[in-house]
């Protein structure tokens, strides 16, 4: 294993150019935590060997050991309903660009 003085870095260009991805998807993993990264000032690094980490254990959306944060509503929960009536027309509404 390489000692820490040792260890190369990536930035977020090099990854995203690496995986064939947009430079914000893997933003997003660092921001959600999936991709460990180092932040020096505005710069973000990541180490070459957590990347590799990563690459070889397969990327699954989630950090190993860390519980998901909840994912919300989804479609199923907002379609999944029953009916609940039609809309009608506001009879008092002024219609546009009708001029009778």
Same mark, same amino acid.
Do not use: C, H
């Given at each position: 294993?390489?000692?820490?003085?040792?260890e190369?870095?990536?930035?977020?260009?090099?990854?995203?150019?690496?995986?064939?991805l947009?430079?914000?998807t893997?933003?997003?993993?660092?921001?959600?935590?999936?991709?460990?990264?180092?932040?020096?000032?505005? !710069?973000?690094?990541?180490?070459?060997?957590?990347?590799?980490?990563?690459?070889?254990?397969?990327?699954?959306?989630?950090?190993?050991?860390?519980?998901?944060?909840?994912?919300?509503?989804?479609?199923?929960?907002?379609?999944?309903?029953?009916?609940?009536?039609?809309?009608?027309?506001?009879?008092?509404?002024?219609? !546009?660009?009708?001029?009778?």
């Amino acid at each position: 294993m390489a000692s820490e003085s040792d260890e190369s870095y990536l930035t977020v260009a090099e990854v995203a150019e690496t995986l064939k991805l947009n430079q914000q998807t893997v933003r997003n993993w660092i921001d959600q935590g999936s991709l460990p990264a180092l932040r020096v000032g505005r !710069r973000v690094r990541i180490k070459r060997s957590d990347f590799e980490r990563i690459l070889r254990d397969g990327y699954s959306g989630g950090v190993s050991g860390r519980a998901q944060a909840p994912t919300g509503p989804n479609a199923d929960d907002f379609w999944g309903g029953e009916p609940v009536g039609v809309a009608e027309p506001d009879p008092t509404a002024v219609r !546009r660009g009708d001029d009778r």
